[in-house]
């Protein structure tokens, strides 16, 4: 079983800045990937970015220049460095990790989701 906390979300006037963490804990010896998505009132979630082990990464267009996503395998945790926040990023964020390899060496057959927290960019 995998647990996932995440921290860093509040509250921010638009063009600040806020950056999100969240450690995976459990008998894990690898990940696929981590990432990050969000879900605004009334929307379907989406992913905002994402990152694989070797570093490849992948963001959606409107967070392109603003956000950057990292991780550190050795604290299996990823970031979201978000920065010139807009009104339009209010949205709870969601931690998602995929391609779990434990300790064991079974391979989880899902991904595992964190609780979410809240990001709300006032103008």
């Known amino acids: 079983q995998v647990q996932l906390m995440e921290s860093g979300g509040g509250l921010v006037q638009a063009g600040g800045s806020l950056r999100l963490s969240c450690a995976a804990s459990?008998?894990?010896?690898?990940?696929?990937?981590m990432g990050w998505y969000r879900q605004a009132p009334g929307k379907q979630r989406e992913l905002v970015a994402a990152?694989?082990?070797?570093?490849?990464?992948n963001y959606i267009d409107s967070v392109k220049g603003r956000f950057a996503i990292s991780r550190d395998n050795a604290k299996n945790t990823v970031y979201l460095q978000m920065n010139s926040l807009k009104v339009e990023d209010t949205a709870v964020y969601y931690c998602?990790?995929?391609?779990?390899?434990?300790?064991?060496?079974?391979?989880?057959?899902?991904?595992?989701w964190g609780q979410g927290t809240q990001v709300t960019v006032s103008s």
């Open positions: 459990g008998s894990i010896l690898s990940i696929s990937i």
């Open positions: 990152m694989t082990s070797l570093g490849t990464t």
């Open positions: 998602n990790v995929k391609g779990v390899v434990f300790t064991s060496l079974r391979t989880a057959p899902d991904g595992y």
